[in-house]
T-cell receptor, first 112, second 114 residues
Framework: TQLLEQSPQFLSIQEGENLTVYCNSS?????LQWYRQEPGEGPVLLVT?????EVKKLKRLTFQFGDARKDSSLHITAAQPGDTGLYLC????????????FGPGTSLSVIP | KAGVTQTPRYLIKTRGQQVTLSCSPI?????VSWYQQTPGQGLQFLFE???????NKGNFPGRFSGRQFSNSRSEMNVSTLELGDSALYLC?????????????FGQGTRLTVV
């Protein structure tokens, strides 16, 4: 059972289109991270959201943390081929120790 | 501050051999996690070490093992390699205990078993 679900699993769009990917869980997270991974490389941290309802922008990327801190979305405006990659969300759970849980990822392909 | 360093970047081994991969975390990070990633797949969690102790383990056979040294550097070992072990192995280090815990990844080791 996945603690973190991501949708869609795959996404192929034309350059210039907008898109949103989602990260959902029934668990509450202390914080949530989004990563982008290019083929053959390690994931790179894009952003961390901490407060329920928080919105962060990184150029054409907008990240939002749900009010209940159980879900998040990533919106890309005017997608470019350089946005192609695997987008992973990860939640920080405060159990007996800090534990980071990764979602299965959304594979995005932006066609020129 | 130097990032997470994994060595080697690429490795080719024969079925039945064993392999050891190395990970040097970011200075000050005491948690090191290992993941396996096959083409087109997400991250499959192998195990996590904190202060030289394994505190979390994924669902992998006993052929996969790891350890962490007092300087937080970590190694993972795979014995009796199988063709299906071919994958990108990623290491991530974290500074835990704060408001948020973020994982920082190395570039990975691409293991090919022939």
């Amino acid at each position: 059972t996945q603690l973190l679900e991501q949708s869609p699993q795959f996404l192929s769009i034309q350059e210039g289109e907008n898109l949103t990917v989602y990260c959902n869980s029934s668990s509450v997270f202390s914080s949530l991270q989004w990563y982008r991974q290019e083929p053959g490389e390690g994931p790179v941290l894009l952003v961390t959201v901490v407060t329920g309802g928080e919105v962060k922008k990184l150029k054409r990327l907008t990240f939002q943390f749900g009010d209940a801190r159980k879900d998040s979305s990533l919106h890309i405006t005017a997608a470019q081929p350089g946005d192609t990659g695997l987008y992973l969300c990860a939640g920080d759970m405060k159990t007996s120790y800090d534990k980071v849980i990764f979602g299965p990822g959304t594979s995005l392909s932006v066609i020129p | 501050k130097a990032g997470v360093t994994q060595t080697p970047r690429y490795l080719i081994k024969t079925r039945g051999q064993q392999v050891t991969l190395s990970c040097s975390p970011i200075s000050g990070h005491r948690s090191v996690s290992w993941y396996q990633q096959t083409p087109g797949q997400g991250l499959q969690f192998l195990f996590e070490y904190f202060s030289e102790t394994q505190r979390n383990k994924g669902n992998f056979p006993g052929r996969f093992s790891g350890r962490q040294f007092s300087n937080s550097r970590s190694e993972m070992n795979v014995s009796t390699l199988e063709l299906g072990d071919s994958a990108l192995y990623l290491c991530a280090s974290s500074f835990t205990g704060g408001i948020r815990t973020e994982a920082f990844f190395g570039q990975g080791t691409r293991l090919t078993v022939v």
